[in-house]
């Protein structure tokens, strides 16, 4: 219905999973780096919890398409059934034939167990989803502890995934889930997203839908958390009825009475008692008093200040960070068409390369012809600090315009971008409102890297690995002519692991840039020694 009237291809705000939607905060790429080493692992549990509308199915989805496709996959999303019911469901979806009508366990797990002895045969792994998994009973949970018997002299059969309301952590929790709950190889909590999260949320919705225009302005954030307690499904449900609203009123955007307005719809009358109401007022009321004795007593320390002469350098530091700080915007008068061209030719000249924007090569060909390599694809601000390199980020103005700039610091909490021919420095506030993830960097391999090496490869490659590998952990070199073995591998996992990255034991280009920041040689970084490393 508002969709024209806000010039958007489709509706933003729809609880519908769509993958095109998709928004991973810090906390949901844990998760998955937890859930992917977890199925990557020897077997047994992953637990996975949350509250209601907080993204679990969204990690869930993610994890499916990082899961080999040499996997046989059951999803169960309603496990509220009895034992022989699950067994019955879990055969039907892996295509496992039993007798009709059969209700005894024992055939089940005997079908079952063939299954999984000739899949492991033919080198697949299976693996069992159980989505609301607080809904098992003690008895389901029970056999599907027994099924994780099912191994071979190497491994379990079966890895099993359970994703569920926080009832399910308590459940486990009991004395006699003991067992089960020991089994668990990796589990993740995730929680509501935070403030900041919530406004880089809204506006990567809106900029997926084809947003032009600040449609929820950056001063209703605030309330938007508060009202949504910063459950995704909320946040949906509350912008998806403010649009509505303004739409009905003739506005251009959602303002906070109308945002107030929409939650209260949403979530009925009684969220916002006239009781509650009145007591905030009496809140405020203390709030104002207590602003007032906070601003008298304010002046009277910077009156002693003054007199002893003790104003302190930090207060001057604050001050000039504070003149520093830009919004993150496209220069008036520059063409933003452009854009993408100075923002190459800024990451060119922190590697001391010239960049040609009128070459026929693209910028990635132009840096692997000065034996670089280029790294792209949607990471988060922390993620894009473990990698330590300046970088091109899309991003988007008040106005949902998209223009490119270019990350050569972040030091003190603040980072410089060049944009265009201007340096701006932002906070991480402004980095979260402007950005959603895009990124491209440049990195120099120590090596003739070509492919990614797995456990089981061989070459000379793995002697300056396993060099940086005893930098990290203050052991002895291991010497020449290595195999990439379990040794190195769990090595492998753990840096990966502490570093943020799913602990797969592959080494890829990201981890081949954190090994390489070890020695401290591979190129300019964003953050001064100390920063963050």
Request: charged share 25%; glycine share 8%; hydrophobic share 40%.
């Amino acid at each position: 219905m508002y969709k024209e009237h806000f010039g958007l291809k489709e509706l933003p705000f729809s609880i519908a999973p769509n993958p095109r939607y998709l928004y991973l905060s810090e906390q949901h790429r844990e998760a998955l780096a937890h859930l992917v080493y977890g199925v990557k692992s020897e077997g047994g549990f992953v637990l996975l919890t949350g509250e209601v509308g907080t993204g679990k199915t969204t990690v869930c989805r993610c994890l499916l398409e990082q899961i080999p496709e040499s996997s046989n996959i059951a999803f169960i999303l309603n496990p509220k059934v009895s034992v022989e019911e699950l067994m019955a469901v879990i055969c039907d979806e892996l295509d496992i034939s039993y007798p009709a009508g059969n209700i005894s366990s024992k055939v089940f797990v005997d079908a079952i167990n063939t299954y999984l002895l000739d899949a492991y045969a033919k080198g697949r792994r299976t693996v069992l989803i159980l989505e609301e998994a607080q809904n098992l009973s003690s008895e389901v949970l029970e056999q599907i502890r027994l099924l994780t018997n099912l191994e071979t002299n190497c491994q379990k059969l079966l890895q099993i995934i359970m994703i569920g309301q926080p009832e399910l952590k308590e459940m486990l929790s009991r004395p006699d889930m003991l067992q089960l709950s020991q089994r668990i190889t990796a589990r993740y909590h995730i929680g509501p997203l935070s403030k900041e999260e919530v406004g880089a949320y809204v506006n990567h919705r809106l900029a997926v839908a084809g947003s032009k225009s600040n449609l929820f302005p950056d001063r209703i954030m605030g309330r938007l958390y508060r009202l949504s307690r910063g459950i995704p499904r909320l946040i949906n449900v509350i912008c998806d009825r403010a649009l509505l609203g303004a739409y009905v009123q003739g506005e251009d955007m959602v303002d906070r009475k109308t945002l107030t307005r929409a939650a209260e719809e949403v979530l009925g009358e009684k969220t916002f008692p006239v009781k509650m109401r009145i007591r905030q007022h009496w809140v405020i009321a203390g709030i104002v008093v207590s602003a007032c004795a906070i601003v008298a007593l304010t002046f009277y320390a910077k009156s002693l200040l003054s007199i002893t002469g003790t104003s302190g350098t930090v207060t001057a530091k604050e001050k000039t960070a504070d003149r520093m700080r830009k919004a993150l915007r496209w220069p008036d008068g520059q063409p933003v068409s452009r854009s993408k061209a100075l923002a190459y030719e800024a990451l060119f000249k922190e590697w001391h390369i010239t960049y040609q924007p009128d070459a026929k090569s693209s910028p990635c060909r132009q840096a692997m012809a000065h034996g670089l390599r280029c790294l792209s694809g949607s990471v988060s601000l922390n993620g894009l600090l473990r990698l330590d390199k300046p970088a091109v980020l899309k991003l988007f103005d008040e106005k949902n315009r998209a223009f490119f700039a270019t990350l050569i610091s972040y030091n003190d909490g603040l980072a410089t971008f060049r944009v265009g021919d201007n340096n701006i420095v932002a906070d991480a506030d402004e980095i979260g409102r402007r950005w959603f993830g895009d990124y491209a960097l440049f990195w120099r391999t120590p090596f003739n890297y070509t492919v990614n090496i797995r456990p089981g490869h061989k070459g000379d490659e793995l002697a300056w690995i396993d060099r940086q590998l005893s930098l990290v952990n203050g052991r002895r070199v291991q010497g020449k002519d290595l195999t990439y073995d379990e040794r190195l591998v769990n090595e492998v996992k753990r840096f990966q692991l502490s570093e943020g990255l799913i602990p797969d034991g592959i080494i890829g280009p990201n981890t081949l840039i954190l090994l390489n920041n070890v020695s401290g040689n591979s190129g300019p970084a964003l953050m001064a020694k100390g920063e963050g490393r």
